[in-house]
């Protein structure tokens, strides 16, 4: 649909809509250019009505924490949404449930868990994304995944219709779901045990110093560029990447991280090009050298 359509149709929603919206300060790599339509759903109403007004016309994004994104610098041809303050509330069910909307950082929901004296979610404090991408990846880290304290999901398919899905019908893999792509994540529900804060807080900051130790932080990078191999290899992909590829290898500023070679950065100025000719470079490299062939854990929007 062109612009002049969809600002008529979209009309509505006034200042919550935007037109040819500037991306590349919504991800950790700082890199994209614009979306035809960005839309703020400030609550589940004006969600399902833009979903409703929409019908299915436009290709949609849904745009978490942009953690784990790499954006083209082209205009992407579609609509991205984003959840606004009404998805990002945490309550407790019962003693031992929480629920929180998908907008949720996964730090603040394993801090949320700690204050309330629940274990099992401190794996979270170390997943730099939010509790709707963490679902939808089954994201994880030191032996933890989603899968493990999920008990149901909530979600809104792209007609606006709201549906619940218990985890048992759910089928969770390494880093994926078969859960249909057209689906929204709204909310989830989530089992801990009781436990004692102090006790959860000195595993948190475990957990912290060995992240730390081993990933970059506070730079521009985006997570594990590629899942691990588990069914090809018992070798982890830092393993693979670093017998395969020259690590001071670079396309612009687009880098491999000294820290950890699963880990690309961005120097300053790295374009989409740039990045996505070190992904592509890294996987040639790995493929030709071991026989194996990597498959990206980052998401590319383009």
Not at 64 to 73: E, K, Q, Y
Not at 216 to 244: A, H, M, R, Y
Not at 252 to 272: E, L, R, T, W
Not at 277 to 298: A, C, R, Y
Request: aromatic residues 8%; glycine residues 8%.
């Amino acid at each position: 649909m062109k612009i002049n359509q969809l600002k008529n149709l979209l009309n509505d929603f006034g200042e919550d809509v935007k037109f040819n919206f500037d991306l590349k300060k919504k991800n950790w790599f700082n890199i994209g250019g614009k979306s035809k339509v960005f839309f703020k759903a400030v609550n589940l109403k004006n969600l399902v009505n833009f979903l409703k007004k929409l019908n299915n016309q436009e290709k949609i994004f849904i745009l978490g924490a942009g953690s784990n994104l790499l954006i083209t610098d082209n205009i992407f041809d579609g609509v991205v949404i984003k959840l606004g303050k009404d998805f990002n509330n945490i309550s407790c069910l019962n003693d031992d449930i929480l629920i929180a909307g998908s907008g949720v950082l996964d730090k603040s929901l394993s801090e949320f868990a700690m204050n309330n004296n629940l274990s099992g979610f401190e794996f979270l404090s170390c997943i730099p994304g939010t509790v709707g991408g963490g679902i939808k990846m089954n994201a994880g880290c030191f032996g933890k995944e989603f899968k493990d304290i999920l008990l149901s999901v909530q979600a809104i398919d792209k007609s606006g219709n709201v549906i619940t899905i218990p985890k048992k019908d759910i089928l969770f893999d390494y880093r994926k779901n078969n859960l249909s792509s057209d689906l929204i994540f709204l909310s989830a529900s989530f089992k801990g045990k009781k436990s004692n804060s102090l006790k959860i807080k000195k595993e948190i900051n475990m957990l912290k110093a060995k992240k730390n130790k081993n990933q970059p932080t506070k730079i521009k990078t985006s997570g594990s560029t590629f899942k691990n191999p588990i069914d090809q290899t018992k070798k982890k992909v830092w393993q693979l990447i670093e017998e395969s590829v020259s690590l001071d290898k670079s396309f612009g500023d687009a880098c491999i991280s000294k820290k950890h070679c699963n880990f690309f950065v961005n120097k300053g100025n790295a374009s989409f090009k740039d990045m996505l000719q070190l992904i592509n470079f890294v996987s040639e490299k790995v493929l030709e050298k071991t026989g194996i062939s990597l498959e990206k854990e980052i998401k590319i929007l383009e």
